[in-house]
Structure formats: structure tokens, C-alpha cells
């Protein structure tokens, strides 16, 4: 795995162990996610998100990592009881104050 910054490697240890609790951590408060054309604000939309994402048991393995215009983007596949299972995903990730401020996922 490339090295990670801690906040990341955090967030993809504990979603590798489907630990909802754990992923959520490095979060800011009033985090904002896109994922595949949804908008997720804040704790409780990002825990519902995910859940669904435990619940079908999928696992993303990060094998890039660069830093793009003041974000670290991150690519790897995801694996689980998913339809297309594997599916290569991209993460742009945007820090603030310690914490991950911001987070896009696409395909």
C-alpha cells in the first residue's frame, strides 16, 4: 500500500475491518461527500452512507496516491457484495483543521 497521510490510512484501516464508527472519525463535523452524483453533509448523512457501504461488505485497497491542486487523491479497487464487484474508485480528499474537510468518490 503507498504511504498515506494518517487521516486517510485511518479511514482505510477501520474500512477494512467495516468499522462505521472508525471511518467516520477522521471526518470533520460538517464534512461534505459526493459520491456518484449524491451530496452527503455532515456525520449523519456520511454514517448512513457508510453503513449501506459495510452492509454490502465493501473494502476499498488503495494503490495510488498523489497531491493534486491542494487535495490528496487517492485510486484503488473496491471489493464486495456489490454488482461489478471490483470497481476501480478515485478519492479526492480536502483537509481542514485535522480532519478530512471534504471528499469526492468517483468511478
Known amino acids: 500500500m503507498?504511504?498515506?497521510p494518517k487521516l486517510i490510512a485511518d479511514y482505510v484501516e477501520a474500512n477494512a475491518q467495516l468499522d462505521v464508527g472508525g471511518m467516520l472519525k477522521p471526518f470533520a463535523a460538517d464534512v461534505v461527500v459526493l459520491d456518484n452524483g449524491h451530496r452527503y453533509e455532515g456525520h449523519a448523512q456520511l454514517r448512513t452512507l457508510l453503513e449501506e457501504a459495510a452492509g454490502v461488505k465493501a473494502i476499498f485497497?488503495?494503490?495510488t496516491v498523489r497531491h493534486e491542486n491542494g487535495q490528496v487523491v487517492v485510486e484503488?479497487?473496491?471489493h464486495g457484495d456489490f454488482k461489478g464487484s471490483p470497481i476501480r474508485f478515485?478519492?479526492?480528499f480536502t483537509f481542514e483543521d485535522d480532519a478530512i474537510q471534504a471528499l469526492e468518490i468517483t468511478v
Open 2 to 4: 503507498p504511504a498515506l
Open 61 to 63: 485497497t488503495p494503490d
Open 76 to 78: 484503488g479497487p473496491a
Open 90 to 92: 478515485t478519492y479526492r
